[in-house]
Antibody
Framework: QVQLVESGGGVVQPGRSLRLSCATS????????MHWVRQAPGKGLEWVAV????????YYADSVKGRFTISRDNSKNTLYLQMNSLRAEDTAVYYCARVPVANYFDYWGQGTLVTVSS | QTVVTQEPSFSVSPGGTVTLTCGLS?????????PSWYQQTPGQAPRTLIYNTNTRSSGVPDRFSGSILGNKAALTITGAQADDESDYYC??????????FGGGTKLTVL
């Protein structure tokens, strides 16, 4: 069955870095566009970033552009999010999600919590 | 910056019908935005309900339906049940690789 499992969350000080991973299984990873979506405590969902099948195309929300980098390792079926210069407002549960050609989020991971605090 | 709008909250009686909407701060929502809808309960990951405007995801009851109403995407729940009490989010594909979620609607069934 399809599985997406995020890891790498934790408590980090403002200005520091963190890398999230999303290990996938149960489907052909290279056939899907992959996304990161986050949700601050008590708030709504916010789209963060997307990466195309081969990793050549990447797009970001304005709120993270220049600080976050999305990447994928198709040999390991794993998606990553490198988060630099973290701010308190980046505190959130981060979900990875896959998107088929029909352009919607069909499977989601369970999320990993990132807390940015001194 | 385009904002995707949703009603912050809505209330429906058990067995009743409710329509939640998803609009744009500027312009109209069309099928070209690939509107999709997600249900989320506290502490859980979102669950996909509707995609491509009106296609139900696998396993979603047919009391959930999607459409375009006027200049907005819409999610209609017919015959609301107690376990439909959740947060509902729409998301639109804005093109050029950019997606935007609405702020979500908290649905109360009482």
């Amino acid at each position: 069955q399809v599985q997406l499992v995020e890891s790498g969350g934790g408590v980090v000080q403002p200005g520091r870095s963190l890398r999230l991973s999303c290990a996938t299984s149960g489907f052909t990873f290279t056939s899907y566009v992959m996304h990161w979506v986050r949700q601050a405590p008590g708030k709504g969902l916010e789209w963060v970033a997307v990466i195309w099948y081969d990793g050549d195309n990447k797009y970001y929300a304005d709120s993270v552009k220049g600080r976050f980098t999305i990447s994928r390792d198709n040999s390991k079926n794993t998606l990553y999010l490198q988060m630099n210069s973290l701010r308190a407002e980046d505190t959130a549960v981060y979900y990875c999600a896959r998107v088929p050609v029909a352009n919607y989020f069909d499977y989601w991971g369970q999320g990993t919590l990132v807390t940015v605090s001194s | 910056q385009t904002v995707v709008t949703q009603e912050p909250s809505f209330s429906v009686s058990p067995g009743g019908t409710v329509t939640l909407t998803c609009g744009l701060s500027s312009g109209s929502v069309s099928t070209s935005y690939y509107p999709s809808w997600y249900q989320q309960t506290p502490g859980q990951a979102p669950r996909t309900l509707i995609y491509n405007t009106n296609t139900r995801s696998s396993g979603v009851p047919d009391r959930f339906s999607g459409s375009i109403l006027g200049n907005k995407a819409a999610l209609t729940i017919t015959g609301a049940q107690a376990d439909d009490e959740s947060d509902y989010y729409c998301v639109l594909y804005m093109g050029s690789g950019i997606w935007v979620f609405g702020g979500g609607t908290k649905l109360t069934v009482l």
